[in-house]
């Protein structure tokens, strides 16, 4: 059953965190989509109890919360580290440059 869709080429990650439900989208590496134009790292709060809102990021539906450019495409997301200092967490990438991003 699908709740929701972000209409993105990207790999994801989920946060650890209890207290909020976020998605971290990436800019896939090695896609071949004449729409995407942009390298980025997109944070994500879909309503799961909104049963109208299934769409995300397309015209008229809702966008991402924040979004962060790059000048590499993302291989991998993960999501960790919740503690006092970060109760979100963190957020590492690992870029098909070879870099690791966090």
């Not at 790999?11 to 980025?40: R, Y």
């Not at 924040?66 to 999501?79: P, Q, S, Y």
């Amino acid at each position: 059953m699908k709740f929701k869709e972000i209409h993105r080429t990207s790999t994801f990650t989920w946060s650890p965190s209890s207290s909020l439900t976020l998605i971290a989208t990436g800019t896939v590496a090695g896609a071949v989509d004449e729409s995407v134009n942009e390298n980025q790292l997109e944070i994500w709060a879909p309503d799961f109890l909104d049963k109208n809102e299934f769409d995300l990021g397309i015209e008229d539906q809702s966008g991402p919360k924040g979004a962060v450019k790059d000048t590499a495409r993302f291989n991998r997301l993960a999501w960790g580290y919740v503690d006092g200092s970060r109760p979100q967490g963190l957020i590492a990438a690992g870029m098909e440059n070879g870099n690791l991003a966090v």
